[in-house]
């Protein structure tokens, strides 16, 4: 493909049903309507009359302004903080923003907004992820974030309330999106697969997410994962073909619905090892 991404990529945009991902994402060829009333700024490399990269427009955006990123691969990094952003690509398969130096997405108190249509590249060596969001509100929705040397999306902070649907989380070299500090995140119909150890983990007091119908599938510990006192909402997801079990949790950790039913209120069993494991050492086989 032209801007470099994966044919499973490409295809495999966040599940409509949770057991099975859609075909690929539709591309925008227009900005869609402003919703806040504001100007739209169009960043387009090729145009000499649009923003040659979206941190550019980003910049020079007001409040009520919106974003749209026309097809292309942008080496860029934004930093969001303490505003609004709405920012639309037309369509994570053709759009793709990646650094080198540092995550190419971080969101520091974002009160509100939207983020759409964009694949996120981490192509560097160090601890970075592809998106960061700390104590943010945000909604990031038909997004892709890939290649993190930690975690593909990093959600922390107690003030940290986003909103993550409909996006692709894959190939990361730790877990697909990682909540901890007390996030309260609301995650639902994202697809996470092909990551080195979780497809969705939890950690800390405090920290609980809400957990509906996404898809976790062939990664290479277990589908999803609870421990440090995390607590989270466990519905109607589904957990398949991961190397390990279908969820793994720490005994102090607590869900709604119990532990109990999470086996029927899930897809947990089509793992080699079978559908939910309780340990207190969960993460012994990479060594921590």
């Known amino acids: ?43 387009d490399a090729a145009d000499p009359a649009a923003y040659p990269r979206p941190s550019a427009a980003v910049k020079e955006a007001e409040p009520e302004d919106q974003v749209f990123i026309r097809p292309g691969r942008y080496e860029d990094k934004l930093f969001v903080s303490e505003r609004p952003i709405l920012l639309i ?16 997405l971080y969101l520091q108190r974002v009160p509100s907004g939207r983020i759409s249509g964009i694949t996120f590249r981490y192509v560097g060596s ?15 929705a038909g997004c892709r974030a ?3 040397i930690l975690s593909g999306v990093v959600i922390y902070g107690p003030d940290c309330r986003p909103t993550l649907i409909d996006n692709e989380v894959c190939h990361n070299r730790e877990s697909g999106i990682f909540s901890f500090a007390g996030a309260r995140p609301y995650l639902a119909q994202n697809h996470c697969f092909a990551n ?20 976790c599938r062939d990664n290479m510990l277990s589908g999803i994962l609870l421990f440090h006192h995390a607590s989270a909402m466990v519905l109607n ?19 709604s619905p119990p532990r109990e039913e999470l086996a ?14 309780v340990t207190q050492e969960p993460l012994a086989e990479i060594g921590r």
Do not use: Y
């Open 1 to 43: 493909m032209a801007n470099g991404l994966s044919d499973e990529s490409a295809k495999a945009s966040g599940p409509s049903s949770p057991n099975q991902p859609p075909p690929a994402q539709p591309i925008l060829e227009e900005p869609p309507p402003n919703p806040n009333g504001g100007r739209t700024l169009i960043v």
């Open 89 to 104: 690509g037309a369509g994570r398969d053709v759009v793709q923003i990646f650094s080198r130096r540092g995550g190419p």
């Open 146 to 148: 890939t290649e993190g």
């Open 237 to 255: 997801n589904v957990c398949r073909d991961n190397q390990h079990w279908g969820l793994v949790t720490t005994p102090e950790c607590t869900t």
């Open 264 to 277: 029927t209120a899930n897809q947990l069993d089509a793992n080699p090892r079978g559908a939910m494991c």
């Open 126 to 140: 160090d601890q970075n992820s592809a998106m960061n969001i700390l104590d943010s509100t945000c909604t990031i």
């Open 196 to 215: 080195h150890h979780f497809g969705l983990a939890l950690r800390d007091e405090g920290t609980h997410p809400d957990l509906v119908r996404n898809l």
